[in-house]
């Protein structure tokens, strides 16, 4: 079983920056796909980043955030990283983390491992 921790989350100006961090338990992390989704009040829940096991070669972003967001993985501490720059106000929204089998995902569906989420507020 995996356990995943997430914390960094905070209120923020527009403009700002945030480092959101998710630490796993287990032995299994360093195979594992790891994923940020987020999700805004009365809307679904999204896509953000993904990256992909061992050296997290593998990256992928939502449209919404490429250029300003980065995804990335320390496979020494078994955690998983996603740096906020130049935040809007609609990145606010509680971020959660994910892990999955090995591979670069979108789809929440295809990850198995929740985290139980930080919140981000963006403010004006």
């Known amino acids: 079983q995996v356990q995943l921790v997430e914390s960094g989350g905070g209120l923020v100006q527009a403009g700002g920056s945030l480092r959101l961090s998710c630490s796993a338990s287990?032995?299994?992390?360093?195979?594992?796909?790891m994923a940020w989704f987020r999700q805004a009040p009365v809307k679904e829940r999204e896509f953000v980043a993904a990256?992909?096991?061992?050296?997290?070669?593998?990256?992928s972003y939502a449209d919404a955030v490429k250029g300003r967001f980065t995804i990335s993985r320390d496979s020494a501490k078994n955690t998983v990283y996603l740096q906020m720059n130049s935040l809007k106000l609609g990145d606010t929204a509680v971020y959660y983390c994910?892990?999955?089998?090995?591979?670069?995902?979108?789809?929440?569906?295809?990850?198995?491992?929740w985290g139980q989420g930080t919140r981000v507020t963006v403010s004006s």
């Open positions: 990256i992909s096991s061992s050296n997290g070669i593998g990256r």
């Open positions: 994910a892990g999955g089998r090995s591979g670069v995902f979108r789809a929440s569906t295809l990850y198995g491992f």
């Open positions: 287990g032995r299994t992390f360093s195979s594992m796909s």
